[in-house]
């Protein structure tokens, strides 16, 4: 099964600064991967953001209100 083009998932609850790491829906456990955004968005704990994937990764495009 190949895996969706887009995925929403929060951003981790212990995010600070530099790439944010996530908690896949669902689940409680941050990732241990960080993952790359798109300028403009600051990525803050607990947001609740849309990530599309990009070649074998995903790329967080911004929060979800």
């Known amino acids: 099964n190949p895996e969706p083009a887009f995925r929403h998932w929060r ?3 212990s995010h600070a600064k530099d790439r944010p790491q996530i908690i896949f829906e669902g689940e409680s ?8 955004y798109i300028d403009g968005y600051n990525p803050k704990a607990n947001d609740w953001v ?3 994937k990009v070649g074998k990764t995903y790329i967080v495009l911004g929060k979800i209100i």
């Not at 456990?29 to 790359?36: G, L």
């Open 50 to 52: 849309l990530l599309a």
């Open 29 to 36: 456990i941050d990732t241990q991967k960080k993952y790359p």
């Open 11 to 13: 951003i981790s609850a």
